[in-house]
């Protein structure tokens, strides 16, 4: 049922809703709360704590008064219980006067201060007693709410919600042994108590079985890959000769970069299906292996799909393709976001009948209107943005194609096991030769000049720079267009130029173009920069208020540059001065190893504080929490592992 039929959600309600994710009556309820507040304890005003957060039921002892002070509006009120008298007011909201009536009893909960004598709440949140009690004397969820919606109205809406549908909305997709075995509550149980938890340990019970359910597809979606893949014959090639395109690229292959294609070659000619996982650092060269597989799958008559997790970088790896195959003979097309319509269609037409040997693209390569000649090989780049099941749905449109994914991002070993059980794995353990340490420095906003000036200095030797601004979605316009226009300001002779999520594709796509063609000396973007891209000549990477990234994604951030044989240098700027950041900052500065990094980085979220699975090539979950939930990724593997059904059943299940 999709949400415009609930009652209250007009358009507009229904456009913030559908941008959160929110399309159909299921996502509503599905969509968890981040945080709740335990409010269950009502206290009476001689318990009240001072200088903290209480809950209080009361009768409304006077009318409401609102007085109107010189600089501001005070809304008062007073209620009482049998212990005494508490004093409520508001400022600036003349307009809630007329919500409390003289006799009601309401409940609220808000900060309580002495002022003076008088015991004092201000701003609370209320609520009539006597209907159905949702924002005080009970746990009560917090959302990530979406836009126009306050926590009040949201949880009002999925509470409704929850009456009209939970019944026929929160089937049950784990069977009843299965529960019986793991101990686990019935859907709509853990559903309803996720949102509104009856207690505590209703809610603990909820978790529990909604974080199995989330972790237990995912194994069984994984577990079925690997199967499929362990039983499966594959397409063996024959012609493995490719020094055709060895020799068409500008340098030779490190020998990790040999070995690992090494590997490659005798998954094509093994006769089985290749499921294989390259991973190595930002810069190893992963694309120069990819290329070289692809040119195999070509030489021997077969298609092979590129999908990547961003135009800009699809644009990246078409334009290299076609400059490699297209003298040797091969058709490259491109399939995006930015591809016109009518270049769509030709795509298209070439992608079916045959013609086009090399597809590059991103999910779009995974829509339904894309169907292959004879697809042989199946290559995703950047695989931690990507799900499982995307993935999968790439390999689904050839018959049995080989697949490799490649992957900057290390992750622990356990993890890893569990996440990519199913590939095979080869490491491209180290950089092209003549790279140079890329130098680190972390200082304060106080050096902005100075860093000005080292821009400069840089462009005067015609290498090129990034800064990237943190941005929150809402602002990032704003914030990258000003610092564009500051920075140019300052730096009037230079070509500056800003590249932000809300620029449409092709704008994109020329601003990098611009780039590359050393046209534009330095870019100001958010991290829409931060996969894959290549550009060579740049050497200076600045980033902005720079502990508002993990260290991961710094890592790939500075490896922006130190991609050609200059000198290169990563600056980042903070003024954040807490343990965490300062730890952070020292890493990034002593180390320029992936694998060092990420381990720092699992062990200050180990410590709480997280930044996101993305980073880590882990798969967004609802509800699970990796770091937090082993154990029970560790009982959903075994079920997962014991667990029989057919593949229709499978198909029919959302994972991932
Ligand atoms: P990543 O592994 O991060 O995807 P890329 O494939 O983008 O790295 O390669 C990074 C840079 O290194 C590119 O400019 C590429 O041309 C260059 N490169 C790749 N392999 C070699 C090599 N064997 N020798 C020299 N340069 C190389
Ligand atoms: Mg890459």
Same mark, same amino acid.
């Given at each position: ?230 039983? /499966? ?133 995974? /829509? ?184 991961? /994604? ?103």
């Amino acid at each position: 049922m999709d949400i415009t039929n609930l009652k209250g959600v007009g358009a507009k309600r229904a456009h913030a809703l559908q941008s959160a994710g929110i399309f159909k009556v299921e996502d509503l309820l599905n969509y968890f709360p981040r945080d709740y507040d335990d409010r269950s304890k009502v206290k009476t005003v001689v318990e009240l704590m001072p200088e903290s957060i209480n809950t209080i039921r009361g009768v409304i002892a006077h009318d409401p008064e609102s007085v109107n002070l010189k600089r501001y509006n005070i809304t008062r009120i007073k209620i009482k219980d049998h212990t005494g008298l508490l004093e409520i007011i508001w400022f600036n909201q003349p307009y809630l006067k007329k919500n409390f009536i003289k006799g009601s009893e309401y409940i609220f909960t808000g900060k309580v201060r002495q002022n003076g004598p008088t015991l004092q709440m201000q701003a609370p949140d209320y609520e009539l007693v006597g209907e159905t009690q949702l924002t005080g004397g009970r746990i009560v969820p917090m959302y990530t709410t979406p836009k126009g919606y306050s926590q009040k109205t949201f949880r009002a809406l999925i509470y409704k919600t929850l009456e009209l549908c939970a019944k026929n909305l929160t089937q049950e997709n784990l069977s009843e042994e299965l529960r019986k075995k793991y101990g686990l509550c019935n859907r709509e149980y853990a559903v309803r108590n996720i949102h509104f938890p009856e207690s505590d340990e209703a809610f603990l019970t909820a978790r529990r079985r909604l974080v199995f359910e989330e972790l237990f597809f995912m194994q069984i979606a994984l577990l079925e890959i690997k199967n499929t893949v362990a039983e /499966q014959e594959g397409i063996a090639l024959e012609e493995t000769d490719y020094t055709q395109i060895l020799d068409k690229l500008p340098f030779s292959l490190t020998n990790a970069q040999a070995a690992t294609l090494d590997d490659i070659k005798n998954d094509f000619t093994s006769g089985r299906r290749m499921n294989r996982l390259i991973q190595g650092d930002v810069g190893s060269g992963k694309t120069a292996v990819a290329f070289c597989a692809a040119y195999l799958a070509a030489k021997n008559g077969f298609q092979t799909a590129i999908m990547a997790p961003t135009d800009v970088l699809a644009s990246q790896h078409f334009a290299h393709c076609v400059e490699l195959f297209v003298p040797l003979g091969y058709e490259a097309v491109l399939l995006t976001g930015s591809v016109g319509t009518k270049a769509r269609r030709e795509a298209l037409a070439k992608i079916r009948d045959g013609t086009a040997d090399i597809i590059i693209g991103t999910h779009a390569l995974i /829509q339904k209107g894309v169907s292959y000649h004879n697809l042989g090989l199946c290559i995703t780049d950047e695989q931690h943005r990507f799900g499982v099941n995307q993935r999968m749905r790439l390999t689904q449109k050839g018959e049995m194609p080989h697949t490799l994914v490649m992957s900057a991002t290390p992750i622990p070993r356990t993890l890893g096991l569990i996440l990519y059980g199913d590939l095979d794995i080869s490491i491209i353990g180290e950089l092209p030769p003549g790279r140079q340490e890329i130098k680190t420095y972390c200082v304060t906003s106080q050096y902005r000049e100075r860093i000005g000036g080292f821009i400069l200095k840089e462009t005067e030797q015609s290498r090129q720079v990034y800064v990237i601004c943190p941005a929150i979605e809402e602002s990032e316009l704003s914030s990258v267009t000003a610092y564009t226009s500051k920075l140019s300001a300052s730096l009037p002779n230079i070509k500056i130029a800003a590249l932000h999520g809300k620029m449409k594709p092709t704008e994109k796509q020329e601003v990098m173009d611009d780039f590359k063609a050393n046209k534009i000396q330095v870019i100001v973007s958010t991290t829409v920069i931060e996969v894959g891209i290549n550009v060579p000549n740049a050497t200076l990477m600045v980033v902005e208020n720079a502990e508002r990234f993990g260290l991961s /994604q710094l890592h790939q951030l500075r490896g922006r540059v130190g991609r050609g044989t200059a000198q290169s240098y990563c600056v980042l700027i903070t003024d954040a001065k807490n343990n965490q950041t300062t730890a952070r900052m020292k890493a990034m500065t002593q180390t320029t190893d992936g694998f060092r990094l990420a381990e720092l980085d699992l062990e200050q979220r180990g410590a709480g504080d997280f930044f996101g699975t993305r980073q880590h090539g882990l798969p967004a979950f609802k509800i699970a929490n990796l770091y937090r939930d082993l154990d029970l990724l560790e009982i959903a593997q075994e079920a997962a592992r014991e667990f029989k059904a057919p593949a229709s059943f499978l198909s029919a299940q959302i994972f991932i």
